[in-house]
């Protein structure tokens, strides 16, 4: 089944602590992307990746660091999260020019 | 640069109400369009897509026609259930420079009343 999976689902951590959202999808796509949700801003594109090694920022990209080391996988890393990094996070893939993006299922994260 | 404007919601309607919401796109090109839906707790799905002018994605009742003259992709379906309670995403994919750009609207929140 094609699918774009998130890990964690649900995370409440501290400020400070590093943190690692992971993200695999099975579909060979070759783009990839991070988004956060906030209620009133729709969805805003942190960091997204053309391909292996190739990523570049998106529209609030402070705070986030991202890798694609392989194609399959494209984690988001939170060198040191605060609280207004308080977001529900989605991973999307696709493949070509006028390809949909498939999503994952979103990591809800709070910073204390 | 590039935008997407759509509907402030909620919009509640009653079962089998005629539904509209309203889509306008800013954009150099010409960008790929689509709706999204997300149900509560999950992710965006794809509800349907359009890639050039005069172009109608459609997909369970719903549709939406490209309509480069007013730049708008506005999202209609005749007879909406209480199962399509949820948020609708209109979105733009472009090329710039060599690299793909998505853009998300706010979303507006649908809310049907059996």
């Known amino acids: 089944e094609a699918q774009v999976t998130q890990n964690p689902r649900y995370l409440i951590t501290v400020t400070g602590k590093k943190l690692t959202v992971t993200c695999s999808q099975n579909?060979?796509?070759?783009?990839m992307s991070w988004y956060r949700q906030d209620p009133g801003l729709g969805l805003r594109q942190i960091y997204y990746?053309?391909?292996?090694?190739?990523?570049d920022k998106g529209d609030v990209p402070e705070g986030y660091k991202v890798s694609r080391k392989e194609k399959r996988n494209f984690p988001l890393i939170l060198e040191s999260p605060s609280p207004n990094q308080t977001s529900l996070y989605f991973c999307?893939?696709?493949?070509?020019?006028?390809?949909?993006?498939?999503f994952g299922d979103g990591t809800r994260l709070s910073i204390l | 640069g590039d935008s997407v404007t759509q509907m402030e919601g909620p919009v509640t309607l009653s079962e089998e109400a005629f539904l509209t919401i309203n889509c306008t796109y800013t954009a150099t090109g010409y960008p790929s369009l689509f709706w999204y839906v997300q149900y509560p707790g999950e992710g965006l799905q794809l509800l349907l897509k359009?890639?050039?002018?005069?172009d109608k994605g459609s997909n369970k009742g719903f549709e939406a026609t490209y309509r480069k003259e007013t730049t708008s992709f506005h999202l209609e379906k005749g007879s909406v259930q209480v199962s399509d309670s949820a948020v609708y995403f209109c979105a733009l994919k472009s090329l710039t420079s060599g690299t793909y750009k998505y853009i998300f609207g706010t979303g507006t929140r649908l809310k049907v009343l059996a």
């Open positions: 990746s053309m391909n292996v090694e190739a990523t």
């Open positions: 359009a890639t050039k002018a005069d």
């Open positions: 579909m060979n796509h070759e783009y």
């Open positions: 999307a893939s696709s493949w070509g020019r006028n390809q949909p993006q498939h």
